[in-house]
Nanobody, 127 residues
Framework: QVQLVESGGGLVQAGGSQRLSCAASGRTLSTYAMGWFRQAPGKEREFVAAITWRDGSTYYTDSVKGRFTISSNNAKNTVYLQMNSLKPEDAAVYYC????????????????????WGQGTQVTVSS
């Protein structure tokens, strides 16, 4: 099992920045990729960004490219999502997720890739 705990959400003004953190614990050696997803009220959960532990390859959804940066600190088993130039449409509950050996066949940009999920952290963007 892998446990994920997100932190760093809150209220920010449009155009501002915020950094989310996701601390992983447990059987983290079984994970290859970590992802961030978000879900706004009345909408489906959507992919935001992903990173692989081993080589740091990153993936982003088009709407956040150039504004968001995903990074990792392997020594701390922590993944970050730096969000800049935030827009009201970025407001959502942000979830951290981790894959495992049995889900690696799926694309890192899809929810099916990820077996473990955090509890989510709310990001509110005021206009």
């Amino acid at each position: 099992q892998v446990q994920l705990v997100e932190s760093g959400g809150g209220l920010v003004q449009a155009g501002g920045s915020q950094r989310l953190s996701c601390a992983a614990s447990g059987r983290t050696l079984s994970t290859y990729a970590m992802g961030w997803f978000r879900q706004a009220p009345g909408k489906e959960r959507e992919f935001v960004a992903a990173i692989t532990w081993r080589d740091g390859s990153t993936y982003y959804t088009d709407s956040v490219k150039g504004r968001f940066t995903i990074s990792s600190n392997n020594a701390k088993n922590t993944v970050y999502l730096q969000m800049n130039s935030l827009k009201p449409e970025d407001a959502a509950v942000y979830y951290c997720a981790a894959d495992d050996l049995y889900t690696r066949t799926y694309s890192s940009t899809t929810a099916r890739r990820y077996r473990y999920w955090g509890q989510g952290t709310q990001v509110t963007v005021s206009s």
